[in-house]
């Protein structure tokens, strides 16, 4: 079946503790991202990566810090995480990153709550 | 920069009634325009995409919408809404430029239908 799959899907953790958020797709899809939702805001988008080795900041990257050595991975690390990023994180892949007939596929989604 | 705006931030409507919720987007170049739609506690699903041809496109569960270029507006209607609609809406745009491929969000809409 092909998916997106985020790890953890919930997790609760202390402001300063290292922590990665794992996201693996088995549709050997060339482009993927990650988004944080937050009420009133919708989904704005963390980083994305076009292909292996090459990933770029989107709207709000501070923060976050990701890699892309593996084309199914893309895991989202937060080095140092506070309360402000306490948020819903969705990962997400599409076949390329050419906006044209791509649709995009998300993962079921991180509940991230930083204490 | 592109940017998404959706008018409704919430929809209270009754089963039975008509839907129509507003998407207008400010980017000029070839438009490919999706809505998703997030039910209470799940993840993102594609819910219909407009590429290019028809601007009328419809989508699953009876969704469709219309892609009206001098409006910039791609609205989503469905002539009887279930109970089973309640969920958060989304319109997205995706926008190539400078190398990079991003997907911006609309705000969203709760559409709320009571029984």
């Known amino acids: 079946e092909a998916q997106v799959t985020q790890n953890p899907r919930y997790l609760i953790t202390v402001t300063g503790k290292k922590l990665t958020v794992t996201c693996s797709q088995n549709?050997?899809?060339?482009?993927m991202s990650w988004y944080r939702q937050d009420p009133g805001l919708g989904l704005r988008q963390i980083y994305y990566?076009?292909?292996?080795?090459?990933?770029d900041k989107g709207d709000v990257p501070e923060g976050y810090k990701v890699s892309r050595k593996e084309k199914r991975n893309f895991p989202l690390i937060l080095e140092s995480p506070s309360p402000n990023q306490t948020s819903l994180y969705f990962c997400?892949?599409?076949?390329?990153?050419?906006?044209?007939?791509?649709?995009?596929?998300f993962g079921e989604g991180s509940w991230l709550t930083v204490v | 920069a592109q940017s998404v705006s959706q008018h409704n931030h919430h929809v209270i409507l009754s089963e039975a009634a008509s839907l129509e919720l507003g998407c207008n987007y400010s980017?000029?170049?070839?438009?490919?325009l999706f809505w998703y739609v997030q039910y209470p506690g799940q993840h993102l699903q594609l819910l219909l995409k407009?590429?290019?041809?028809?601007?009328l496109v419809k989508g699953i569960k009876g969704f469709e919408a219309e892609f009206i270029k001098s409006k910039f507006s791609f609205n989503l209607r469905k002539p009887s809404v279930q109970w089973s609609d309640t969920a958060e809406y989304f319109c997205?745009?995706?926008?190539?430029?400078?190398?990079?491929?991003?997907?911006?969000f609309g705000k969203g809409t709760k559409l709320s239908v009571i029984p």
């Open positions: 997400a892949s599409s076949p390329s990153g050419s906006p044209s007939g791509n649709t995009i596929y």
């Open positions: 549709m050997n899809h060339e482009y």
């Open positions: 990566s076009m292909n292996v080795e090459v990933t």
């Open positions: 980017y000029g170049g070839t438009v490919n």
């Open positions: 407009y590429f290019s041809g028809d601007p």
């Open positions: 997205a745009v995706p926008y190539s430029g400078a190398g990079s491929y991003q997907l911006t």
